[in-house]
């Protein structure tokens, strides 16, 4: 009996071969196919004129800096008018403001030079390129042999990427930097990869654990790379906007009846605060809960640290579960960890980060998502390639 039993289980490795590779190869062929048609319904959203929400929230307040001066820039009211001028000949959209730090304003002021049809074209150009150098930095921060270089492809087949596109978002920029910190740190340049990490800062809520790894790699040269690059920013933008400029937009952010049911920096959205919301907490309880999961997260980050690599995808995966407010399009972070996972195993961490990404448009997809990749980082060893080039630095 014992004998038929092994005849009978010898064809199993050779039936899970091949269908491994049957599916990896058609999920390969998915994921391209996805990152082709992502552009391509990009730029037939430009040809209709009805370019992204964000992208508009931007546009306008880049047209006030230029217009009206940096005194307007967060003025509610300059913000309506001048959204309504310039969104009007794309079919009129719902006003959302631009919430984003002063100095990201500064970065795409440029964009008010330009026809909005040509600046969503633009932008859009901008973000495709920062995309896929993201997505390189992040394999040649990595031990990708060339058998595993295929998650790179299925990284840009990700859904939320394309969201972001369409949406004229700012998150393959916050991509881009996190990508560049870690392929710095893990060179040993720790000090410029801190002043990378302060980019990270376009949208903090994305950033919010990962500011923090200077100080569980105890690297005195990243957090003074983080320092100088946040007192950087902060004084370009005190030095433009000045200080009332500054307090209007905190105002802008943190009061919710500025813009009732568009201004709410804070909705619940996909977050976890969502179900806390939904069952009547009061705030201080949500935001309360939220800082507890958040230490959890750093306190085991600094009990059991290990390379940056792994870090990294701990933190960015952390910082979409602790975060108060989580759109589609922020999940695209989720490459990043799902890159540095894959590139330590092809089989169950791959599957894992599929499965469990697959179900991104419910609320809960996006929580079993950064649960998975979080466990599986914690779980698996460390890669030896990385983790030489962090002793090193």
């Not at 058609?26 to 209709?48: D, I």
């Not at 999940?331 to 996972?341: F, I, K, Q």
Request: net charge positive; aromatic share 10%; hydrophobic share 60%.
């Amino acid at each position: 009996r014992r004998g038929r039993r092994q005849v009978l289980a010898q064809p199993i490795p050779a039936i899970r071969a091949w269908l491994a590779r049957r599916l990896t190869v058609a999920w390969l062929l998915f994921s391209a196919s996805l990152a082709v048609l992502g552009p391509l319904f990009w730029l037939f959203t430009a040809a209709r004129g009805i370019g992204g929400l964000d992208f508009i929230a931007f546009y306008t307040s880049s047209k006030v800096l230029l217009e009206r001066g940096p005194a307007h820039v967060f003025d509610t009211q300059a913000e309506v008018a001048t959204q309504i001028a310039v969104a009007q000949p794309w079919g009129g959209q719902p006003f959302l403001p631009d919430l984003y730090p002063p100095f990201w304003v500064l970065a795409h002021a440029w964009l008010a030079l330009l026809p909005i049809r040509w600046a969503y074209l633009a932008w859009g150009g901008l973000t495709i390129a920062a995309s896929i150098a993201a997505l390189f930095l992040i394999a040649g921060s990595l031990p990708l042999g060339a058998r595993r270089r295929w998650v790179i492809v299925v990284a840009a087949g990700f859904l939320p990427l394309t969201v972001n596109l369409v949406q004229g978002q700012s998150v393959a920029f916050v991509i881009l930097a996190m990508a560049l910190a870690l392929r710095l740190w893990t060179a040993g340049r720790d000090g410029l990869a801190g002043l990378a990490l302060g980019l990270v800062l376009i949208k903090p809520q994305l950033g919010v654990l990962l500011v923090a790894l200077p100080v569980v790699h105890r690297s005195g040269r990243a957090l003074t790379g983080l320092v100088v690059s946040v007192l950087a920013l902060a004084g370009v933008s005190l030095a433009v906007f000045g200080v009332s400029g500054l307090v209007a937009w905190v105002h802008l952010v943190t009061d919710q009846a500025v813009v009732p049911g568009a201004g709410a920096a804070y909705r619940p959205w996909l977050s976890l605060r969502g179900p806390l919301a939904a069952a009547g907490m009061p705030d201080w309880v949500q935001y309360g809960l939220l800082l507890s999961a958040a230490g959890a997260l750093l306190v085991a980050l600094l009990w059991r640290p290990g390379d940056i690599g792994r870090d990294f995808a701990i933190a960015t995966a952390g910082a979409l579960l602790v975060t108060p407010h989580v759109n589609i399009h922020d999940l695209a972070v989720l490459v990043l960890p799902g890159v540095v996972l894959a590139s330590r195993s092809m089989g169950v961490v791959a599957a894992a980060y599929v499965g469990a990404t697959a179900a991104i448009w419910l609320a809960p997809g996006a929580w079993l998502a950064s649960l998975a990749l979080i466990w599986l980082a914690l779980s698996r060893p460390d890669s030896p390639q990385v983790s030489e080039a962090a002793r090193g630095a």
